[in-house]
């Protein structure tokens, strides 16, 4: 009778460390590098060339990371051909971009001070 009862103990005290260990776990905060990045995230540019009449720009960008493509020279549309007024060839900016219709799109830009 002692032996079952001092095992039923020893299973009730191993039982809760578990419990405690599984709360721990499921309450520890994501590691800073786990967080994502948020959609739509700043890209950093340069301008290369800005084509009014197509409503499209060329830009030298770094990685987009919510398009998940490298760094590389490309042409964008761009959702409002009034941005293009904003920049010209050889501006440093920071830019937005969405793919759209199968088509990748600047949706916001800012020139760099």
């Known amino acids: 009778m ?7 103990g020893l299973s009730l005290f191993a039982a809760s460390g578990l419990i405690g260990l599984a709360q721990a776990q499921t309450a520890a905060p994501a590691a800073p590098g786990a967080m994502q990045m948020p959609a739509g995230a700043m890209t950093d540019g340069e301008v290369r060339k ?3 009449d197509n409503k499209k720009i060329t830009l030298k960008h770094g990685e987009i990371k919510n398009l ?6 490309m ?9 293009l007024d904003m920049v010209k060839p050889g501006d440093k900016v920071m830019f937005k971009a969405e793919k759209s219709g199968g088509a990748l799109v600047v949706t916001e830009i800012q020139p760099v001070k």
């Open 50 to 52: 800005v084509d009014k």
């Open 2 to 8: 002692k032996f079952k009862s001092t095992l039923i």
């Open 68 to 73: 998940d493509m490298p760094g590389m020279t």
């Open 75 to 83: 042409v964008f549309a761009v959702k409002d051909p009034a941005m």
